[in-house]
């Protein structure tokens, strides 16, 4: 049971708030100041499901400052090589290679790493990879702090890439 003490003490707050109008002062904005965004993010990070060997991952860097980002390399330890890889025409067929000075993500913008164009190209994968598999991952920011993030496993027939070697792979 309540005690007498506390009785009145919840009997003089409900007087309290029912008399006149309560006026709460907004606080000065600056004693809130807004969080920041991080400066560089992934959206929907994947990687294409494999049994051994090589593997890619996907998704959409997203720059949040007013200068451009360059990722120059990649680790996770589903892989002792990473690569960032792009496809591109070379002789009349499609080709992945790897891209000269890595990413750029534009100031305030995006950079889409999908598959048959840009990509994160994982060799010497030695673990199968499942659907719903979690891969972490660290990309390196030139002059700027790494993006941590994990990527989930999923199945990928969309335009038969084969990540295997004889796919034009240079």
């Known amino acids: 049971m309540f005690s007498r003490h506390a009785l009145l003490l919840a009997a003089a707050a409900i007087a309290l708030a029912g008399c006149g109008s309560t006026q709460v ?3 000065p904005a600056e004693q809130f ?4 965004a991080p400066a560089l993010t992934i959206t929907d990070p994947w990687v294409k499901t494999a049994k051994k060997g090589m593997s890619a991952a996907f998704g959409t860097l997203v720059n949040n400052t007013g200068a451009e980002v360059t ?3 990649g680790a996770s330890p589903l892989s002792p090589k990473i690569e960032l890889h792009e496809v591109v025409e070379s002789g009349g067929k499609m080709i992945m290679r790897p891209k000269e000075g890595g990413f750029v993500i ?4 995006t950079h889409e790493l999908r ?3 840009d990509h994160i190209m ?3 994968v030695a673990q199968e990879v499942l659907p719903g598999a979690r891969i972490p991952f660290t990309l390196t920011v030139k002059g700027g ?3 941590e993030f994990t990527a989930i496993g999923k199945d990928f027939a969309g335009g038969k ?6 796919m034009g792979h240079k």
């Not at 100041?33 to 920041?36: D, G, K, L, Q, T």
């Not at 890439?161 to 004889?166: M, R």
């Open 71 to 73: 990722i120059v390399s």
């Open 115 to 117: 598959p048959g164009g």
């Open 33 to 36: 100041p807004a969080v920041a």
């Open 25 to 27: 002062a907004a606080a």
């Open 161 to 166: 890439e084969d990540y295997q070697p004889g």
């Open 122 to 124: 994982l060799m010497g």
């Open 145 to 147: 702090k790494p993006l």
């Open 106 to 109: 534009p100031a305030h913008g």
